[in-house]
């Protein structure tokens, strides 16, 4: 009996020792690589990283900021990113040519209109947007009705303020807070009215890092969740962090258009039709995919 409990003993403690050497997994930093647009959907994101609200979840989480939407898809597709802040849109067509990405999140964007002098006697209106995006949709969508439209295409958001300011666009969808840089500018900035239940911006990660970082992804939900919490009590400092991490002129922070963020969300399979209807009469693409698809909604608890 004593020679088993010293050999019980003895085991015990080389268990131990091999604990100490190898640390808990749950002690593991985990890591996410995701791309943002220069918009007021990102402010959670650069909160909690900025406020060390993924630092306090064992998360570390590099934020790329892309002013054309085509770099970052290109950057998503290729893998450099594990997710990004992109639009329903691009998502469609991303999934329908076989990219596997699915929406964890909607986000909350403000899309105003600028232009040069004001369009409300106008028919005819020459608008900057980009292709398959949510530009063109909400273009069509608040303006299709009222206007007759000359479309072009311009994927940079730097390029269409440029060519708004010399008169060469009527009308263009500038996300806030870039739309309020260009009323200082000199630029008519409005919001026009929009029924939609969800705007078309969204959080989307690749089908490999749902596989493959399903823990890191559920935190960083987490922390964005926090961040819209602290947000929505004080919007201040979310305009200031816009601004600054933007590279901003400190005199738009209170020009800035901010939406009420949401809590983790998921757009309803209604609103992904109604965008799927949209591709197929504009862009002429018939697309058939089912919600499952689309949409992972398991890290919204």
């Avoid at 220069?38 to 909690?48: E, H, L, M, N, R």
Wanted: aromatic letters at 6%.
């Amino acid at each position: 009996m004593k020679k088993c409990l010293i050999a019980l003993l003895l085991l015990l403690l080389i268990a131990a020792a091999g604990c100490q050497d190898n640390p808990s997994k749950t002690a593991e930093t985990l890591s996410l690589r995701v791309g943002v647009m220069p918009a007021v959907d990102s402010a959670p994101i650069f909160y909690a990283d900025l406020k060390g609200l993924f630092a306090e979840l064992d998360l570390v989480v590099t934020v790329e900021v892309y002013t054309n939407a085509m770099d970052r898809q290109s950057a998503l597709i290729s893998g450099g990113l594990d997710g990004a802040m992109t639009d329903v849109i691009a998502l469609v067509n991303n999934v329908d040519n076989g990219f596997d990405i699915r929406i964890t999140t909607s986000t909350d964007g403000v899309f105003p209109f600028l232009m040069k002098e004001d369009i409300t006697a106008e028919t005819e209106l020459k608008t900057g947007v980009m292709e398959v995006s949510v530009t063109n949709y909400l273009t069509d969508r608040i303006l299709g009705e009222r206007y007759q439209l000359e479309k072009i295409y311009i994927n940079e958001i730097p390029a269409r303020l440029e060519m708004l300011s010399q008169g060469k666009l009527d009308v263009a969808i500038i996300p806030e807070p870039m739309a309020s840089q260009g009323e200082l500018n000199g630029l008519v900035k409005q919001l026009l009215p929009n029924d939609d239940a969800f705007s078309p911006e969204v959080m989307v990660f690749t089908g490999q890092a749902i596989q493959t970082k399903r823990l890191a992804i559920e935190r960083f939900h987490q922390a964005y969740n926090q961040a819209v919490t602290a947000i929505n009590s004080d919007d201040q400092i979310a305009r200031e962090i816009l601004v600054s991490t933007l590279k901003l002129d400190n005199r738009v922070t209170d020009k800035i258009i901010l939406p009420e963020y949401h809590q983790a969300r998921v757009p309803d399979a209604a609103y992904l039709e109604q965008i799927m209807n949209w591709n197929e009469q504009v862009l002429g693409k018939k697309t058939n995919l089912s919600y499952d698809l689309l949409v992972d909604s398991s890290f919204l608890d």
